[in-house]
């Protein structure tokens, strides 16, 4: 979401460099949405795919998203930001993304948000098309709560639901998305894992006493880093996240993997919870 118009606008050449840069970290997958950037990321992301070659596609694994319907100068048609969960606005979605990332499949695809109109029956009916034409391997959600990803997970098969998570926002942990998953052996995909510009330009009681919190146990554990902490945190859930990271500086995607093999003492690991909520458990 970052690479592009919506965060430091990186050209084709740009993205090249950090893709390679990534897949020799070990960092293979790569997540897209059709309105990032208004409209014009995944396109950029194509052409550096396309400088770098199809051997590099088959290191990788693209993901994509679509269901929102965006006001912005590249869409003229749009007259009020909706969701389109149709059939035929997802096969067009997925098939315009295939042209803009130049390959020819997504490893998944997800309904971006949870629109109101979706009838379960009818994006399953898109997703079975797409699998049976070789364009989509596998389907997912993003910010689907637990019985809407129940509605849809009855209809057709899903390997993931895409939620925000941090120390900040925990509301997965408690209100039945983490169970459900967990459940059914499925892994969440997490935005904002670390709570972004919230936690390191945020202000206020709540975000304070998270930064102490995470600084005191930062310096406790070899000076790692903030980001390092946070993420370790998250990744100690039993539920198996899988940290979507927003960042394009190569240092901090590099410190990152660091937190794969930090493992919490269990009680700086409710430390953590503590301060983000701001009390304590019951």
């Known amino acids: 979401m970052t690479w592009g118009e919506w965060g430091v606008d990186y050209s084709a050449n740009k993205m090249a460099d950090l893709i390679q840069h990534c897949l020799g970290l070990g960092i293979t997958t790569f ?13 950029t992301f194509g052409e550096a795919l396309n400088q770098l070659g199809t051997s590099v596609r088959a290191q990788m694994q693209l993901v994509t998203k679509c269901g929102i319907n965006l006001k912005t100068h590249r869409r003229p048609d749009i007259r009020v930001k909706s969701y389109d969960s149709s059939r035929a606005h997802i096969i067009a979605s997925a098939e315009r993304s295939l042209k803009n990332l130049q390959t020819d499949y997504l ?39 637990p019985s809407q990803f129940e509605l849809l997970a009855d209809c057709t098969s899903l390997v993931t639901n895409q939620v925000e998570c941090n120390a900040l926002h925990t509301d997965c942990l408690f209100d039945g998305t983490f169970d459900q998953l967990l459940t059914a052996d499925i892994r969440p995909m997490i935005w904002s894992p670390i709570g972004g510009a919230k936690y390191f330009n945020g ?54 993997r660091l937190a794969l093999n930090l493992q919490l003492d269990r009680q700086d690991w409710f430390i953590i919870l503590e301060a983000g909520r701001g009390h304590e458990v019951a």
């Open 31 to 43: 997540d897209h949405a059709d309105i990032y950037g208004h409209y014009s990321t995944e396109e």
């Open 203 to 256: 202000e206020g009681t709540a975000v304070l006493r998270l930064r102490d919190a995470v600084q005191t146990l930062s310096a406790k554990y070899d000076d790692v880093g903030e980001d390092v902490i946070l993420l370790a945190w998250l990744l100690q859930h039993p539920v198996g996240c899988h940290p979507v990271l927003g960042t394009t500086k190569p240092k901090r995607l590099e410190k990152a």
């Open 107 to 145: 490893d998944l695809l997800l309904i971006h948000r949870p629109d109101p109109l979706m009838h379960p029956a009818e994006v399953a009916e898109a997703f079975q098309h797409l699998k049976e034409s070789g364009k989509v391997r596998h389907f997912g959600v993003s910010n689907f709560t």
